[in-house]
């Protein structure tokens, strides 16, 4: 298990960088995450995909499926990729702070 140090914080995260644990996520590990997949700036449509994110982990234990998260904040799965490079699984679940999802590459 490696450790991040970031603007003062220090969070434990897995082989693939995703958060140890879900409740370590911060505003600190957002930037975190924005840096390293190159997000030059936040928008509200960022923040509807975390917010989506975290609320299916918090009621559900696991992540959303790409079609359940695409048809609820009705952003097609080609849009999702252009606000997370990375895609939805590698980006923006890494962002949310939740665990890496299954079958995610």
């Known amino acids: 298990m490696a450790?991040?140090?970031?603007?003062g914080k220090s969070f434990e995260i897995d082989e693939d960088g995703f958060l140890q644990r879900f409740e370590d996520w911060s505003p600190e590990w957002v930037e975190y995450v924005q840096e390293s997949e190159g997000i030059k700036e936040m928008s509200d449509e960022h923040q509807k995909v975390l917010d989506f994110l975290q609320d299916y982990y918090k009621k559900n234990g696991i992540a959303p499926m790409v079609r359940i998260l695409s048809k609820v904040t009705g952003f097609k799965l080609k849009h999702i990729y252009e606000l997370f490079p990375s895609g939805p699984g590698k980006g923006a679940c890494k962002m949310a702070g939740l665990p890496k999802p299954t079958g995610c590459v």
């Open 3 to 7: 450790t991040v140090e970031f603007k």
